[in-house]
C-alpha cells in the first residue's frame, strides 16, 4: 500500500462538493488553519467520505474511534445509506459519543480504556459479523483525504507556508500532509505534535521501529493516545520534526484559542497551538498551525476555561 499526489488529487476533487474548505485565521501563533469548523467539527469527516466514496454502496462498515473518525464515519455512512458500527474506548468523550448516536451508528463501548485495545478489540468482532473494516488511520484513502486534501488547501491558502504543524496520533493526517507537502513544496518543514505521555512516533523515530501498541493513559486528549500506523510510519520518517506537550499546555491552549479567537478546540485539536505556544516550535508569519477538531464535553471545555480564570 501507498499514497500518491493523484490519489491525494483525486481525493481533494471529490471532497471539494462534499467537506467544507475551512478558513485560514491571522493569529499570535502563526496562520491557523481552522478544521474545528469542519463538518462533523473535525477533520477526519475528509478520508471518512473519501474512503465511502470508493466502497461498494450499501457496504456496512465498522471501526474504532475515539471519537471524531467515528463521527465523520458515521456521517458518511448516512449520505451513502449505509450502516455503521462505531466501537470506542470506555473513556470516550461524551459528547463525540452522543455525536455518533444521533447521526444513526451504533455505537459499541469496548472493555478497554485505550485505543489500541479497543481496535484490536473491535476488528474482531466486526470481522466475526461481517462488517467492512475502515481504519482510522491506517488506509490509504483515509490518509489522502484526512490529510492529503487538507495539505492542498494549506498550499492553497497560504502559498508562502514554510511550516506546518500538526497534531499526531496514529499518524494518518500527518502522512496524507508529508505525501502532499513532499510533492508539491518540499522545502516546507513539517512538525507532528504528540501528547508527552504517549509520543508513539517519537518513540519510533528514536528505535528506527515503529511503536503500534501502547498502554493507555489518563488523558482527555484521546485524539492522541495509541500506537502509530505501520504504513504512516514508513511514510513520514526522514521527513518530519516532533514536538510533544503536557495536558496541562493542551488547556492553556484552548483557553488561549477561545479568548483571542473566540473559536472552540477539544484537548487534541489544539495540541499545535500548545507546542508553539509552549515554546517546543518556532513559529512566525508563514507557520500553519492545525486545529484539528472542536468536540468536546461542555465539562472539558468548563475545565479548562475555569482553571484559566482560577490561575488568574
Same mark, same amino acid.
Given at each position: ?103 444513526? #451508528? ?5 472493555? @478497554?480504556?485505550?485505543?489500541? %485495545? +479497543? *481496535? &484490536?478489540? /473491535?476488528? !474482531? ?80 523515530? #528514536? ?5 503500534? @501498541?501502547?498502554?493507555?493513559? %489518563? +488523558? *482527555? &486528549?484521546? /485524539?492522541? !493516545? ?87
Amino acid at each position: 500500500m501507498t499514497v500518491t499526489l493523484q490519489a491525494i488529487e483525486q481525493a481533494a476533487i471529490y471532497l471539494r462538493d462534499h467537506v467544507a474548505k475551512t478558513p485560514v485565521e491571522a493569529s499570535a501563533v502563526g496562520v491557523l488553519k481552522l478544521e474545528n469548523r469542519q463538518v462533523t467539527g473535525s477533520f477526519k469527516v475528509r478520508g471518512a467520505l473519501w474512503k465511502l466514496a470508493r466502497t461498494a454502496p450499501g457496504t456496512a462498515v465498522a471501526a474504532a474511534s475515539a471519537g471524531n473518525h467515528g463521527l465523520g464515519l458515521a456521517y458518511a455512512a448516512r449520505l451513502r445509506g449505509a450502516a455503521a458500527t462505531i466501537y470506542v474506548p470506555s473513556t470516550v468523550d461524551a459528547a463525540k459519543a452522543r455525536g455518533i448516536l444521533a447521526l444513526g #451508528a451504533t455505537l459499541v463501548r469496548s472493555p @478497554h480504556a485505550g485505543y489500541d %485495545d +479497543t *481496535a &484490536a478489540w /473491535g476488528a !474482531e468482532r466486526a470481522a466475526n459479523d461481517g462488517l467492512s473494516w475502515v481504519s482510522a488511520y491506517e488506509d490509504p484513502d483515509i490518509i489522502a483525504g484526512n490529510g492529503g486534501s487538507l495539505a492542498l488547501e494549506i498550499l492553497d491558502q497560504v502559498p508562502d507556508v514554510d511550516t506546518i504543524v500538526v497534531p499526531t496520533g496514529g499518524g494518518g493526517m500527518l502522512a496524507g500532509v508529508v505525501t502532499a507537502v513532499l510533492a508539491r513544496r518540499p522545502a516546507v518543514r513539517v512538525v507532528a505534535v504528540q501528547h508527552e505521555g504517549c509520543p508513539a512516533l517519537a518513540w519510533s523515530l #528514536a528505535r528506527g521501529q515503529v511503536v503500534t @501498541h501502547t498502554e493507555p493513559f %489518563d +488523558t *482527555a &486528549a484521546g /485524539g492522541l !493516545e495509541g500506537g502509530f500506523g505501520a504504513l504512516n510510519f514508513e511514510i513520514v520518517r526522514g521527513h518530519v520534526d516532533t514536538a510533544t506537550v503536557s495536558e496541562a499546555e493542551l488547556f492553556e491552549a484552548m483557553r488561549f484559542l477561545w479568548d483571542e479567537h473566540r473559536e472552540v478546540a477539544e484537548p487534541s485539536g489544539a495540541a499545535a497551538i500548545a507546542a508553539v505556544r509552549a515554546g517546543r516550535v518556532d513559529a512566525g508569519p508563514r507557520t500553519v498551525v492545525v486545529v484539528t477538531g472542536r468536540n468536546v464535553a461542555r465539562a472539558t471545555l468548563v475545565r479548562a476555561l475555569q482553571e484559566g480564570r482560577d490561575a488568574t
